[in-house]
Every structure is written in C-alpha cells, then in structure tokens.
C-alpha cells in the first residue's frame, strides 16, 4: 500500500486485523482443511479496501465511534463475497498463482477451493 492509502485506513488498522482473525475462524471453524484454506487466504495479504470503507463510514457515523458486532458483521461480509470471486476466478482460470502467491485451488483442489 502506498503511504496516502496507509495513512487514510489507519484509523481502523486495529478493526481490520480483528476482521482477518475473525474470518479465518469463521470459514476454517468446522474443518482443519477449510481452516488451512482460509488461512492462507486471508493471511495472502491484499488491501482490504472494502471491509475498510464499510468500517470507516461505520466509525465516521457513529457518534460514540465504537464500533458494534453488526458493523464488523458486514465488513466480514464484503470481503468474503470480494475474496469468494477472486478463489472462483482462480478456479475458472486454473489459475496457479495470484499477486506471485500460491492459490487455494492450486495447493489444495477445486474442491477445497469452492
């Protein structure tokens, strides 16, 4: 990220990391597989620039700027729809790598991947 655009999330850097740790848990939970999967892909990297926007607006909006569960809801939301059509793309492209890393797909299968 360029420095314009680290200086504009960091009033929710905290609130995005807590979203990567909240969603790796959400999608790997249930099956160690799944929690590998998602694992490596939140923990790829990427800007997070939607969850980002839906928890600035949140913050600017809310008079006490603290933010509720529902609000962390819906950034979680929209970077799992954003993330899911990136994995989709990789496994219509038989994609193996995305930004030089490794796709889901491509280390563990379709299956796993959809």
Known sequence: MTSSTTSLLAPVENDLNILTDNLKQLIG???????AAAEHLFEAGGK???PAIVLLVSRATMSNNDLTERHRRLAEITEMI????????????EA????NVETVNNLFDNKIAV
């Open 82 to 93: 954003h993330t899911a059509s990136l994995v989709h793309d990789d496994v219509v492209d």
């Open 96 to 99: 193996d790598l995305r930004r």
């Open 29 to 35: 939970a249930r099956h160690p597989i799944l929690g």
């Open 48 to 50: 997070r620039i939607r």
